[in-house]
């Protein structure tokens, strides 16, 4: 995602290893995907279905289709 | 000791093998308290031991502040994965290679399922091409503000 856009940054956390950050972040069960600090996306899911949550999520406006 | 075994190793360099423009993997560790940094900094060597294409660079989170502060680095040990494109027009014949830095960072070791990512990412990173669907190509160009994505994950 963070290729398609120059305002997307993507980072992959090892959450058993920075568990201060996993706490912070309340991290129960990965993969645990965390947008702008504060949309959680839980699990794994269809590429479109989660970029939709994510941009829900952050109140971007999506195209419908 | 060798972290990969002799069969992986010999399928990550097929794989590695498609790569045309470069890729560096930018990596940030220090030498005090840092449990993983010295792991992590065994599996890079190894990765980028077996191809030309890609390259190394390491500073020390501690010290290199410009870095540190360039690439947005929050902690260690953390990875960043960027493309060498060579310059777009040839006028002296002197220009150097350019970093484009899409803002992918691992941080962490990047073990089981998130060796495999860094592998994909690597390969995308040099095509400078997601692999996404169109849809989600064209939805993503549109967002007009920053995302920050941060993926958790456990090594598996």
């Known amino acids: 995602m963070a290729i398609e856009n120059e305002l997307i940054t993507a980072d992959a956390v090892e959450a058993s290893e920075y568990p201060e950050l996993a706490d912070a972040y309340q991290v129960y069960g990965v993969p645990l995907t965390v947008a702008n600090d504060k949309t959680r996306v839980e699990g794994g899911m269809p590429e479109q279905l989660f970029i939709q949550q994510i ?10 289709n | ?28 560790t220090q030498a005090l308290d840092c449990e993983y940094c010295g792991l992590t900094k065994q599996v890079l060597e190894e990765i980028v031991g077996l191809s030309d294409k890609v390259q190394l660079k390491e500073y020390n989170f501690a010290i290199d502040k410009d870095a540190v502060a360039q690439y947005k680095i929050a902690r260690v040990p953390a990875i960043a994965v960027t493309r060498v494109e060579a310059p777009k027009l040839l006028v002296t014949g002197n220009e150097q290679p350019r970093e484009r830095d ?54 598996t």
């Open chain 1, 55 to 64: 941009l829900q999520g952050i109140g971007a406006s999506v195209a419908e």
């Open chain 2, 1 to 28: 000791m060798a972290l990969l075994r002799e069969a992986d190793r010999e399928n990550l360099r097929k794989e590695l093998a498609q790569l045309q423009t470069p890729v560096r993997l930018v990596f940030f």
């Open chain 2, 102 to 155: 899409f803002g992918i960072r691992y941080y962490g070791v990047p073990a089981g399922f998130e060796f495999a990512a860094l592998i994909g990412d690597i390969l995308d990173v040099s095509a400078g091409e997601s692999g996404l669907a169109e849809q989600s190509k064209t939805a993503l160009k549109q967002l007009r503000d920053p995302l920050h994505l941060q993926v958790f994950t456990t090594p």
